[in-house]
T-cell receptor
Framework: AQTVTQSQPEMSVQEAETVTLSCTYD???????LFWYKQPPSRQMILVIR??????QNATENRFSVNFQKAAKSFSLKISDSQLGDAAMYFC???????????FGAGTRLTVKP | NAGVTQTPKFRILKIGQSMTLQCTQD?????MYWYRQDPGMGLKLIYY???????DKGEVPNGYNVSRSTTEDFPLRLELAAPSQTSVYFC???????????????FGSGTRLTVV
């Protein structure tokens, strides 16, 4: 079964600085999707960015970008110019192209210091 | 444009009581899911459904039941509530077709359940 590992339970960053959240996953499949979700104190799960495994180019959404290393099974999230509103729990998730569900990591709690 | 609607948002149950968490979606998604979120554990799949009348167990199904009589609704039933079921519960839905799986899930706003 696929597993997703987030090795950093907590991270902190200074406002306007850059932070990278780590994620590794274990799979024998070649076709899959990877996601980063943000969960602010409101509890709502918000999709931040996604990556298709067959695409070599790293996804970017404004201040958020990923470093996708397929061979190393690594999928890190970089947040540039961090803002106070970025403070949240961040979940990395894996979705197989053939199975029904999505697997989540344990999460990384990001604190942004003013 | 409601998306996925979950009710209630909060609930306190006594040990041994039962309740149903409601989930409805208006996006005509075939796939629906129930997850529970515990601190430091991420989200664990309880049950899922790939269409009306079809449900299956996830990683942590014990103590729960589901039904899917319509495409829109996927209620989660807790029978004989136990303190171990204290958690935050999320309902989610998604497209089923391969090319749409890249969209990920649409989540409900969650239910915080406390069993005392």
């Amino acid at each position: 079964a696929q597993t997703v590992t987030q090795s950093q339970p907590e991270m902190s960053v200074q406002e306007a600085e850059t932070v990278t959240l780590s994620c590794t996953y274990d799979t024998s499949e070649s076709d899959y999707y990877l996601f980063w979700y943000k969960q602010p104190p409101s509890r709502q799960m918000i999709l931040v960015i996604r990556q298709e495994a067959y695409k070599q180019q790293n996804a970017t959404e404004n201040r958020f970008s990923v470093n996708f290393q397929k061979a190393a099974k690594s999928f890190s999230l970089k947040i540039s110019d961090s803002q106070l509103g970025d403070a949240a729990m961040y979940f990395c998730a894996y979705r197989s192209a053939v199975q029904y569900d999505m697997r989540f990591g344990a999460g990384t709690r990001l604190t942004v210091k003013p | 444009n409601a998306g996925v609607t979950q009710t209630p948002k909060f609930r306190i149950l006594k040990i041994g009581q039962s309740m149903t968490l409601q989930c409805t979606q208006d996006m005509n998604h075939n796939y629906m899911y129930w997850y529970r979120q515990d601190p430091g554990m991420g989200l664990k799949l309880i049950y899922y459904s790939v269409g009306a009348g079809i449900t299956d167990k996830g990683e942590v199904p014990n103590g729960y039941n589901v039904s899917r009589s319509t495409t829109e609704d996927f209620p989660l039933r807790l029978e004989l509530a136990a303190p171990s079921q204290t958690s935050v519960y999320f309902c989610a839905s998604s497209y089923s077709r391969d090319r749409d799986r890249r969209q990920g899930y649409t989540f409900g706003s969650g239910t915080r359940l406390t069993v005392v």
